[in-house]
């Protein structure tokens, strides 16, 4: 199973009773497992969970640290980027060039890198020789 279609099939799980607005993530580990998320709304809007949020969990929870391909879909009109917290989230497991698809359920498609998506982005390089 390709990773978007692992993004696709996970999709139809999402609970989005509020926005109806479902959404998909798969990331592939290094070992190359696929972990997958989707969104889960809560009436309290700021208590849901990023798709991304929860492929990413699922990889971790599986106990890897590393991802090296995302792919993401939704049932928009043109692919949707991950909001800015998913962007930080993918940045903290995987590496600028780690590519990222993003896709509609219509066929449409946007490839590029969490790089693009996060420039400047704030790593643990922006740490070394802290002092408290």
Known sequence: MSL?????EVREAAY????NFKV??????ASGAIYRGCNVENVAYPEGTCAEAGAIAA????GETELVEVAVIAGSTEPVPPCGGCRQKLAEFG???TPVLLATTAGG????TIGDLLPGRFDTSHMEGSKA
């Open 4 to 8: 978007l279609d692992a993004a696709r």
């Open 16 to 19: 989005a009773p509020y926005s």
């Open 24 to 29: 998909g993530a798969a990331v592939r580990g």
């Open 59 to 62: 990889m971790v929870a599986a």
């Open 95 to 97: 590496r600028g060039e």
């Open 109 to 112: 498609t946007l490839e590029t």
